[in-house]
């Protein structure tokens, strides 16, 4: 069972490029999860979505991240204009859906990251 | 609003000893509680959990971690600590009165495992 992917692993873009982070969540799970790390710092939720849907994006900044999880394909994070604090590791993770109402599982399982360098 | 501490940026114990990591939280609801190990360059690997039941937890690679209601801890332990356990290690919660997914990471304590 392969576990999250994430692509690129790395990726290097100019100050006003565009970013495009790619997540496949591990087979059976519905639920997906962003998370940044900076340098020095520890992980930073930014957005939860379901299929199709956005569950809590109260970590995303106002402007220029963007989320979607859509019905076919992987989830993708995308930044607009990247600027140099966008610099940063971008971790994806995964968790199985509810069955009946209730969770069947709690924890989530992480890929292994994309580092995204602004020059 | 859910946080985490984790005291200690960094732990330093000689192989063979004893390895403990400290995590205190703060919650509006009941805590759902999470360890995390991070080797350079690479994802968390999940540990342990707690979501309700036993105090006392075991998860993978002989680690285990005491919930305490009353001290709102959680810390990680290790009975006999090997150099491969160097690593960074992050605990996290998620509370039942805020969303599912939402998990709040504390700053993360690096482990530091001498020969």
């Known amino acids: 069972n392969a576990g999250v992917m994430q692509n690129p692993r790395h990726l290097v873009r100019r100050r006003g490029q565009e970013a495009r982070l790619r997540c496949s969540p591990m087979?059976?799970?519905?639920?997906v999860y962003w998370y940044r790390q900076l340098p020095e710092e520890g992980l930073k939720f930014m957005v939860y979505?379901?299929?199709?849907?956005?569950?809590?994006e109260s970590g995303m900044p106002k402007e220029r991240f963007s989320a979607e999880f859509p019905k076919e394909g992987p989830s993708i994070l995308r930044i607009q204009q990247v600027v140099r604090g966008d610099s940063a590791a971008y971790f994806c993770a995964s968790s199985p859906g509810t069955s009946g109402g209730r969770r069947s599982s709690y924890e989530q399982y992480f890929g292994p990251g994309t580092r995204l360098t602004v020059t | 609003a859910q946080s985490v501490a984790q005291p200690e940026d960094q732990v330093n114990v000689a192989e063979g000893n004893p390895l403990t990591v400290k995590c205190t939280y703060s919650?509006?609801?009941?805590?759902?509680l999470f360890w995390y190990v991070q080797y350079p360059n690479r994802g968390l690997q999940f540990l342990l959990k707690y979501i309700t039941g036993d105090n006392l937890v075991k998860g993978s690679y002989g680690f285990e971690a005491e919930f305490n209601k009353s001290q709102t801890s959680f810390h990680l332990k290790k009975p006999s600590a090997l150099v491969s356990d160097s690593a960074l290690y992050f605990c996290a919660v998620s509370a039942t009165t805020d969303s599912w997914g939402k998990f709040q990471f504390g700053a993360g304590t690096q482990v530091v495992v001498t020969p």
């Open positions: 087979k059976g799970h519905s639920h």
């Open positions: 979505l379901q299929k199709e849907n956005i569950i809590d």
């Open positions: 919650v509006s609801g009941n805590p759902y």
